[in-house]
């Protein structure tokens, strides 16, 4: 069970870009990052707007001197110092990851981004060799993924309580983008452009969290084939999608499928999931996200809950709050960032042998989000073709 207790040498110096007072994810990033104790944040380029940056950053605890007007100035300010920034987390629009990354890379500082990482898996490919030649750690945050419920899944399927996996049934859907974008703020304007948000809207912004969680519970199950579906229902935000559905085909012959919609009204959000395997089924959803529903075939069912000591040990190790408190969002977001300060102290101290078994989504996650989105893209503009995954 996680406590709170240093598991690092030291709390990181840590900096943001983006994730401001006007956001929304900026929060979801301090939340997780400062809960253990691991960050510290120092600095940060925290908007758009100098002024308005520095006055929020101020109000978080940061010297002034050290708000930036961008990640060049948080570079360069940072450079000279002996307690200079170590890592840094991207919380901006799509379109500015690489760039961003890139920079910081280059300036020898670790990176956490938002997803989906980048536009192509060649950017990618460039920013992992990057990562790789700089021995520097690049963390992706995928929201959930860091839920207790979760590693019960992955570890139910590691030891065969489910049997050889059939079918992978998953859902994210949410229904306030149903209305036109009239009167829209910038964070849909910006998702809704194919400039900004690259070339998917919501199965890069929510599709990504779906098949990263199902590549974390089988990750030994790989897409062989996809098709996918994508429409656009306010016609405006064509050619990009606010509805998709995406069927696949495994290399262990199992199916899949997964429906993202932004536009599926009355629904305020949720995470579904659903592995049946040839034994027994498991599913779990962020909207009850301390049950898991573990079916046996002609058994009855059952509820298990987090935290109590008949789960594995996967689960407990990933568990905060114990079985009579509710675990969500911020928890799963918490033990994200503490397993990517592990990964990055690990770096630190050349502890290559803790790097090779030590799980988090890392830059690897990131690109297997983004080839998923390319092979979707390039199935949706053949028609809702099947294609070859690659």
């Known amino acids: 069970m996680i406590n709170g207790e240093m598991t690092i040498t030291r709390p990181l110096r840590w900096g943001m870009v983006g994730g401001g007072r006007t956001g929304q994810v900026g929060y979801k990033h301090r939340s997780g990052a400062l809960r253990d104790g691991t960050y510290r944040l120092v600095c940060g380029a925290f908007d758009l707007d100098e002024a308005r940056g520095r006055d929020f ?86 929201g959930f993924t860091g839920h207790p419920l979760v590693h019960q899944m992955a570890a139910m399927v590691k030891k065969g309580l489910l049997g050889d996996i059939r079918l992978v049934d998953m859902a994210y859907t949410h229904g306030f983008n149903a209305g036109d974008d009239t009167g829209a703020g910038e964070a849909v304007k910006w998702r809704t452009n194919p400039r900004t948000a690259g070339p998917t809207f919501v199965l890069g912004d929510i599709g990504t969290h779906l098949y990263y969680l199902s590549e974390v519970v089988l990750p030994q199950l790989k897409v062989e084939r996809l098709l996918c579906d994508r429409k656009a229902f306010i016609p405006t935000r064509a050619p990009l999608e606010d509805h998709a559905t995406v069927l696949m085909h495994y290399d262990n012959g199992a199916r899949g499928r997964l429906w993202v919609s932004s536009v599926d009204a009355g629904n305020m959000g949720s995470q579904r999931y659903r592995f049946v395997g040839t034994k027994a089924s498991v599913s779990w959803s962020d909207a009850h996200p301390d049950q898991l529903h573990y079916e046996v075939q002609g058994e009855p069912g059952r509820v298990l809950h987090h935290g109590m000591p008949y789960l594995e040990e996967e689960s407990l190790a990933a568990d905060r709050m114990g079985a009579l408190h509710t675990e969500g969002l911020g928890d799963s977001w918490a033990n994200i960032y503490l397993w990517i300060a592990q990964a990055i102290d690990a770096r630190q101290r050349g502890d290559e042998a803790f790097l090779a078994s030590h799980h988090y989504p890392d830059i690897q996650a990131g690109l297997e989000g983004v080839r998923w989105l390319e092979n979707c893209v390039r199935s949706a503009d053949a028609g809702a073709a099947w294609v070859d995954f690659r």
């Open 57 to 142: 950053g101020v109000n978080l605890g940061v010297a002034a001197e050290r708000c930036y007007a961008d990640v060049q100035a948080l570079i360069q300010g940072e450079a000279g110092r002996a307690d200079g920034v170590e890592v840094v987390s991207v919380a901006t629009p799509n379109f500015t990851h690489y760039e961003i990354t890139k920079a910081l890379l280059q300036a020898g500082i670790h990176v956490i981004c938002e997803k989906p990482l980048f536009f192509s898996v060649t950017e990618c490919e460039e920013i992992a060799a990057l990562a790789r030649d700089k021995g520097l750690i690049v963390g992706v945050t995928y």
